[in-house]
């Protein structure tokens, strides 16, 4: 099939490597990989700051920018969240309100792609390292996604996957409540590093590089050996 993908602005800005490993991925499989430039924000910073103004501004650029794609796949549950929940909410009563649930209808988080649409869990993937996985609030308690990233990662060839004794807590980071609230998410944050430091872990592994780039700032201060990286990065090292 052909693969709309969507990338979000701090991919398109910070983690393009996690981009371009969903591309090599996805071709990989088969698939035809079609990507608009023009389209790397969903709008969400605005929304999630109260601004639904401003979002709608943005989205009405992604629901019209979208509208002729077949599957849309966003390697962000934050984003998959906003798309697929947030955009009927705002767009209710308005002229693109059907539009928008149609698009919400395409729309799949990468993890939940490969597993729920494909029916793939083994990519032939190879990565010699212990690890923990991270569940982003979005992808968790507005996708239901938990599951599906798990199964990938236990088919990757010599990686050993250790939970986190808490594994449902929020990173602190939250887009702009980070910026309003920097006290509560930084002690947020510590507390999820802790968690994760404490399984020996040598990476620290989500589907949502928003959490990532907080956690890592966090424990790059500390000097901590843990390191950060996207589900998709790992699944790509075949």
Same mark, same amino acid.
């Given at each position: ?44 910073? *605005?929304?999630?700051? #109260? ?17 002729? *794609? ?22 209710? #009563? ?79 980071? #939250? #887009? ?14 510590? *507390?999820?590093? *802790? ?44």
């Amino acid at each position: 099939m052909t693969i709309s993908l969507f990338i979000p602005c701090f991919i398109d800005q910070l983690f393009p490597s996690v981009g371009i490993s969903v591309v090599r991925i996805l071709e990989k499989l088969g698939h035809k990989v079609d990507f608009d430039e023009s389209l790397v924000c969903c709008g969400q910073p *605005a929304f999630n700051t #109260g601004c639904w103004n401003e979002a709608r501004d943005v989205a009405i650029r992604v629901v019209d920018g979208l509208k002729n *794609a077949e599957v849309v796949v966003i390697p962000s549950g934050s984003c998959g969240a906003m798309i697929r929940v947030f955009y009927p909410e705002i767009f209710k #009563g308005h002229p693109k309100q059907e539009a928008a649930l149609s698009l919400a209808h395409k729309i799949y988080e990468f993890s939940e792609f490969l597993v729920d649409r494909l029916g793939v869990v083994d990519l032939g993937s190879r990565f010699p390292a212990k690890v923990t996985f991270h569940n982003g609030c979005h992808g968790l308690r507005e996708l239901r996604l938990k599951q599906q990233p798990r199964q990938l990662l236990r088919q990757v060839k010599e990686l050993t996957l250790v939970e986190m004794d808490d594994q449902t807590s929020c990173c602190g980071f #939250g #887009g702009t409540f980070a910026v309003k609230f920097p006290m509560i998410s930084t002690a947020m944050g510590e *507390a999820k590093c *802790a968690s994760a430091l404490e399984t020996g872990a040598d990476f620290l592994v989500s589907n949502d590089s928003s959490c990532l780039m907080h956690l890592q700032g966090l424990l790059s201060r500390k000097k901590e050996k843990l390191k950060s990286i996207h589900l998709a990065e790992i699944l790509a090292s075949f």
